[in-house]
């Protein structure tokens, strides 16, 4: 007698609720599912429902904000796909759950502000009126574009239901787009209000619709914007919320648009601020119509003169966990310059603090997932790819099924060979924070990185600002010549393999010498071995305003000419410098991808024997070998 796959057959209760039962036997082959009950293999939910077959349709949940002042309750379009009852009706399902303002109808062709100035709009004069972009936005379209039904043609099959949603101000929902604001988040939790039976929702007639079809268990997802409304809705602390998977997401607008009090763009879209996305989703005919005066108020309000965090960043912050029921799987780029590694680095660390249930699957990608074959080993032996661990993931928290995936690793991460390895958490635990002091013998020369004590002397060197007119790549390039327009400290060659992991901190003393301010950018650089044709590598970057050098919220004057110290830290990375590479740190002031561009000449000076880089090595001072 064939012995049965490991499975679970979920049934009705008889209070309704879902009971699992399994049979603990190796798997081997699917068995196909009884009508109203899903079928597991390997601890994973199996594709036994006929997507042909599947339910399909278009509900209007009304929100609890009024975003468009017109004295009614925005209403929300979802539109909804989940398996087909065959047996009695009492089958229920959970929800995976995609919230989006990319749905349709979005500006493609917005105009972005120029980032060229004559000045920094923080040194009290006015940037030049021109304005460029189009082509981004274009771009932005191309890669924000929804991909329709690739979540209805795995899960439904599996037995879920999935809502694709409509975010408020967007496509067929009423109201403007808010730029990830509280109005915003409290409109993308109304869906989970009405699939748990706490909101209204309506068909296109007017007719009310109810969710009896849903056990109220619900799952967010979702890619970049997609990805970062379900942190914004976890924080809420919604009942039925269980578990969100956001990818690429952020958890700070601030952080998105600003660094410390400066004006930066999300890499790619240089010019863009929290008024041309919502001009972008909220397309064209809205945002200069019924939205026009709303939209005005996020220009007004999100300033672009000083860069200060303020009131309407704190409504667009994120990163209290205290509120958050849902577990959390965090995925995320270790390459991704749109929404950088700070994003989900603070966000890991408040879930943290507060003991949410998290795991984490970080790549060597760019600005989006991993790719759904990207597969992992375990310790124990077995492998799955990305894909099937979300699976997993959503069966573990949506279905109930005991499958161990909270016994696995934490964290899963992709090395720069592009293999997969597991670690217990991120950071990696065994990191050391290790000072490396800037040091120079020669005001003109380039310096040196050094764990130990610095050379004698107190040399100062300066650099003139010119990123207007030269590529981040052109500063970095050359580091073993002197450059007028930046500075560099190397390390010697490594005897062996450096690996950080966490958030680098650039500790420098300096002073603006024409101007009241600056941009100011630090790299950090992998670069080969002295006299190599190994081309240097950008491992991180951060920015800095001077005038935010106490806080964020608060810029105050710069005297020029004085030395100030500024600390800042470093986009959050996890990499290994190979042995007999070198460290590098190059310090300038425009960044020709990221910052907005003056006209060149703004002189600087630092003081290299009072500057360091604070870099987290697992292994601490021992493992670097100088």
């Not at 952080?255 to 064209?284: C, H, K, M, S, W």
């Not at 990305?386 to 499958?403: G, H, M």
């Not at 000072?435 to 020369?445: G, M, N, Q, R, V």
Request: with cysteine.
């Amino acid at each position: 007698m064939r012995r049965r796959p490991l499975l679970a057959v979920l049934t009705a209760g008889i209070s309704g609720a879902l009971v699992v039962s399994a049979a603990p036997a190796p798997a081997a082959e699917p068995v196909v599912a009884a009508p109203t009950g899903i079928v597991v293999v390997d601890g994973m939910t199996q594709p036994v429902f006929s997507l042909a077959d599947a339910i399909e349709e278009r509900v209007y949940v009304q929100t609890t904000v009024d975003t468009d002042r017109d004295g009614r309750f925005d209403r929300v379009a979802i539109d909804i796909s989940r398996p087909r009852e065959t047996a009695t009706g009492d089958f229920k399902v959970p929800v995976i759950f995609e919230n989006s303002p990319y749905r349709k109808d979005v500006w493609g062709d917005v105009p972005y502000p120029s980032v060229l100035v004559d000045d920094l709009p923080q040194n009290g004069l006015t940037g030049r009126a021109d304005r460029r972009g189009a082509d981004m936005t274009a771009q932005r379209a191309a890669a924000k574009a929804n991909l329709p039904g690739s979540l209805d043609d795995y899960y439904v099959p599996r037995g879920y239901a999935v809502v694709l949603g409509q975010s408020v101000g967007t496509g067929d929902s009423d109201g403007c787009p808010t730029s990830g604001d509280q109005a915003e988040t409290l409109g993308t939790k109304a869906v989970i209000d009405w699939l748990n039976g706490r909101a209204k929702g309506y068909d296109a007639d007017g007719a009310p619709v109810t969710a009896g079809w849903s056990t109220g268990a619900v799952g967010m997802t979702g890619v970049s914007y997609n990805g970062t409304l379900p942190n914004q809705v976890a924080t809420t602390g919604v009942k039925g919320l269980k578990t969100i998977v956001p990818v690429a997401a952020i958890s700070s607008w601030y952080d998105y648009y600003r660094a410390n009090g400066l004006v930066v763009a999300p890499g790619g879209y240089q010019g863009e601020d929290a008024d041309i996305l919502a001009q972008f989703t909220a397309g064209r005919a809205r945002a200069e119509g019924a939205c026009a005066d709303e939209l005005a108020e996020i220009t007004a309000e999100q300033d672009r003169i000083t860069g200060d965090y303020s009131k309407f960043w704190g409504d667009r912050d994120h990163l209290d966990a205290r509120k958050v029921k849902a577990s959390v799987f965090v995925v995320h780029g270790l390459n991704d310059w749109n929404v950088k590694t700070e994003h989900f680095a603070g966000w890991w660390d408040e879930l943290a603090q507060h003991r949410v249930p998290r795991k984490i699957w970080l790549h060597q990608g760019g600005h989006g997932g991993p790719g759904n074959n990207a597969t992992v080993t375990l310790p124990d032996g077995r492998s799955w790819t990305y894909k099937q661990t979300e699976n997993r993931w959503f069966d573990f928290w949506l279905w109930n099924v005991r499958n161990g995936i909270m016994d696995e690793p934490t964290a899963v991460l992709q090395r720069e060979d592009r293999a997969y390895t597991t670690y217990a958490n991120w950071p990696d635990p065994g990191a050391r924070e290790v000072a490396l002091k800037l040091a120079a013998t020669d005001a003109d020369a380039p310096g040196t990185l050094t764990s130990g004590k610095r050379p004698k002397g107190k040399v100062e060197q300066s650099f003139v600002d010119e990123g207007r007119t030269l590529h981040p790549s052109a500063l970095v390039a050359g580091a073993d010549a002197a450059n007028p327009h930046r500075l560099a400290y190397l390390s010697p060659e490594l005897t062996g393999d450096v690996r950080f992991s966490g958030r680098p901190e650039m500790r420098l003393r300096m002073a603006i010498e024409n101007k009241p301010g600056a941009n100011l950018t630090a790299y950090l650089v992998d670069y080969g071995p002295a006299g190599s044709t190994t081309a240097p590598k950008v491992v991180t970057r951060g920015w800095t305003d001077p005038q935010n050098r106490t806080s964020d919220a608060r810029s105050a004057p710069v005297r020029q000419g004085k030395l100030y110290d500024y600390r800042w830290t470093l986009e959050p990375k996890d990499y290994v410098f190979p042995a007999g590479h070198r460290i590098g740190v190059v310090v300038f002031s425009s960044d020709q991808e990221y910052t907005l561009l003056p006209l060149g000449g703004t002189e600087l000076r630092v003081a290299p024997h009072r500057s360091e880089l604070r870099l987290p090595v697992v292994g601490g001072r021992d493992v670097l070998g100088f």
